[in-house]
């Protein structure tokens, strides 16, 4: 393992030898205390360490999806003749708030994260502030009526969703009520792993993709295919990233 030495940790990766599933990747960190394992889904643990999402996904692993994905909806958006600074964009799976800081370089005006752990929250509010305008800790499957309608309240034009579809992390159904809080017209942003919309999938995305376009509810502006990040394999993860609107759907 080649050990990363930041001042208040030293982080490890497996061998580039190594190969784990995605949902199985793994560092060990020391902050002092002696070296723990962590899965990169332990994203509470992994928030509490100021900075080490940044270094462990950004620099060592180079995620590219936050940039990718606000790229093309900023320039589907300006487009189609709209002002990013008159949006208002809900962000799913927000974690620390990477997401919300491009919005808010390409000009979005109001951005409302909401992710499932507090951990999340707490990290964008320590390590972003002020990027969320505000950020509800929620599970969206377990959603009552009255949360629903305060998250909503004053609807969104945007919805996003970046490196958070599938893997245990955002189910269909999460993602499906998420798409109800927006606003007819408006423009949905998501990054999915590539293979999550081939036939053979078993994540529901494939399905709930295909048949959003089917019925119409989606009308796919742009997309493209693009390396996420390295996985610790230090081989390419590929991702798509697709930009559309939600349309009212064909009757
Ligand atoms: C890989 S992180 C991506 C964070 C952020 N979108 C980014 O690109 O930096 C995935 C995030 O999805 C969140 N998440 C997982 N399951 C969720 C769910 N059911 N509802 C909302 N957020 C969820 C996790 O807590 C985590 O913060």
Same mark, same amino acid.
């Given at each position: ?18 190969? /784990? ?10 902050? !002092?205390? @002696? ?5 990169? /889904? ?9 900075? +080490? ?6 620099? =060592?692993?180079?995620?590219?999806? &936050? ?13 189609? !003749? ?12 927000? $974690?620390? $708030? *990477? ?16 992710? =499932? =752990? ?23 499957? %377990? ?7 305060? *998250? %909503? ?10 490196? %958070?579809? !599938?893997?245990?992390? *955002? &189910?269909?159904?999460? #993602? ?9 017209? @408006? #423009?949905?942003?998501?990054? *999915? ?11 529901? #995305?494939?399905? +709930? ?6 019925? !119409? ?19 390419? +993860? ?14």
């Amino acid at each position: 393992m080649a050990v990363e030495r930041s001042s208040a940790y030293r982080l490890a990766l497996p061998e580039p030898t190594e190969s /784990h599933e995605q949902d199985a990747e793994y560092c060990v960190l020391d902050t !002092g205390e @002696g070296w723990t394992e962590y899965r990169f /889904h332990d994203y509470d643990a992994l928030y509490r360490v100021p900075g +080490l999402y940044e270094n462990l996904f950004y620099e =060592i692993l180079q995620c590219q999806s &936050p940039p990718v994905v606000c790229d093309l909806l900023a320039e589907q958006v300006r487009g189609g !003749g709209l002002d990013p600074s008159g949006l208002r964009v809900l962000d799913v799976g927000a $974690g620390n $708030g *990477i997401v919300a800081e491009e919005l808010r370089t390409r000009g979005f005006g109001k951005v409302v994260g909401v992710d =499932i =752990i507090p951990e999340a929250r707490e990290a964008a509010t320590r390590d972003r502030p002020g990027v969320y305008d505000d950020y509800h800790v929620v599970d969206l499957t %377990a959603l009552d009526d009255d949360r629903a309608s305060a *998250i %909503a309240s004053g609807g969104f034009d945007v919805l996003t969703c970046v490196a %958070a579809l !599938g893997f245990g992390d *955002i &189910p269909p159904a999460a #993602f499906r009520a998420a798409l109800d809080m927006v606003a007819v017209d @408006g #423009f949905v942003a998501l990054t *999915i792993r590539e293979d999550f919309l081939t036939d053979g999938d078993t994540s529901g #995305f494939a399905g +709930l993709i295909t048949s959003l376009l089917d019925s !119409g509810e989606l009308e796919q502006l742009g997309s493209t295919v693009y390396r996420h990040r390295l996985a610790t394999s230090r081989a390419p +993860l590929h991702y798509r990233a697709v930009v559309a609107r939600r349309r009212r759907p064909r009757a």
